[in-house]
């Protein structure tokens, strides 16, 4: 429908819904008590004047998936020494594994908006399996903060804003620190060290963990700054 009326549905405010209803369409917000169903609902709303792309939508995430996995372990098992020998190779090694684990995210960021697959379930467990492998975060949460980012843009009440410096670094590690929780940290360092079982650090590095990092630069200075 165009630019006009995706903004007018971020704006819209959603009615009070049954308590039960509520639940059954947007399970995370009982959860919450702190957030308004109005808020989380926004970023269902915006999904519904949307049109559908079944099943384009689910196989464009399949592909993302599986590129992502396959290039991982491929890398992984080829190890970064094997790369040093040319450093354009490395580079280009690492700009894919950044491109596809920011695809992750979109892929997420889509699957928010309920337009990986109008079947919710599926929809749910694509998001939440994108935002698994992109950094171990949790799916729930980041549907409530979009929500609130949506219903509040570039306010106080918006988890994406930072009101109080427009300074880019500062900015950046306001925005990573409040999306990263304790959970997270644990499950990405677990992964790490199970990982380093079989793999050298320098290879994790340049093939997993620093993609993500790079990832998420990229995805704040062209998403949100």
Not at 106 to 129: C, E, F, K, Y
Not at 187 to 197: C, D, F, K, Q, S
């Amino acid at each position: 429908r165009g630019p006009r009326s995706f903004a007018a549905a971020a704006s819209i405010r959603i009615p009070e819904l049954p308590r039960g209803r509520a639940r059954d369409l947007a399970h995370p917000t009982h959860r919450d008590r702190g957030l308004r169903r109005s808020e989380t609902f926004t970023v269902w709303r915006l999904a519904a004047s949307q049109p559908s792309l079944v099943p384009v939508g689910v196989l464009v995430a399949i592909l993302v998936l599986l590129s992502w996995a396959a290039t991982l372990v491929w890398l992984l098992e080829q190890g970064v020494q094997s790369l040093l020998v040319s450093p354009v190779l490395l580079f280009l090694a690492v700009l894919l594994r950044t491109f596809l684990t920011t695809g992750l995210f979109i892929t997420a960021h889509d699957a928010m908006h309920r337009s990986v697959s109008r079947n919710r379930h599926l929809n749910d467990l694509t998001g939440a399996l994108a935002t698994f492998l992109f950094a171990g975060m949790s799916y729930r949460r980041l549907v409530l903060n979009h929500g609130r980012h949506h219903a509040h843009p570039a306010s106080h009440d918006d988890p994406d804003y930072f009101d109080e410096s427009p300074r880019f670094w500062r900015w950046f590690f306001s925005f990573m620190k409040r999306y990263t929780t304790v959970s997270q940290v644990i499950v990405m360092a677990g992964l790490y060290n199970v990982l380093r079982l079989r793999y050298d650090d320098l290879t994790l590095w340049s093939f997993w963990a620093g993609p993500a990092l790079l990832a998420s630069l990229q995805l704040f200075t062209f998403g949100t700054y």
